[in-house]
């Protein structure tokens, strides 16, 4: 493989990550941002405090992205290096 071929394969691929990272922020801010609107509505909670409970009840946002992460296959572009060109 030529370094100018791998050089853009490795773009593409951090493209596609940042991307896929990107719906995946959103994906979860739309989850987070609907179940505190519900506990604002159904509940009668103050915005700040909906948000705090939507965000306990949806649990680690860490580990939800790492979910997604390895279910997309995104989890081994971590290790992809250009060191063998």
Do not use: K
Request: charged residues 35%; proline residues 1%.
């Amino acid at each position: 493989m030529s370094l100018i071929h791998a050089l853009r394969t490795r773009l593409g691929l951090i493209l596609a990550r940042r991307a896929a990272e990107a719906r995946m922020d959103e994906e979860i801010r739309l989850h987070v941002e609907l179940e505190s609107e519900r506990l604002v509505r159904e509940a009668g909670l103050d915005p700040l405090e909906a948000r705090r409970r939507a965000l306990v009840a949806f649990g680690g946002v860490e580990r939800y992205r790492e979910e997604l992460r390895d279910g997309r296959g995104l989890a081994w572009l971590g290790g992809f290096s250009l060191a063998g060109c």
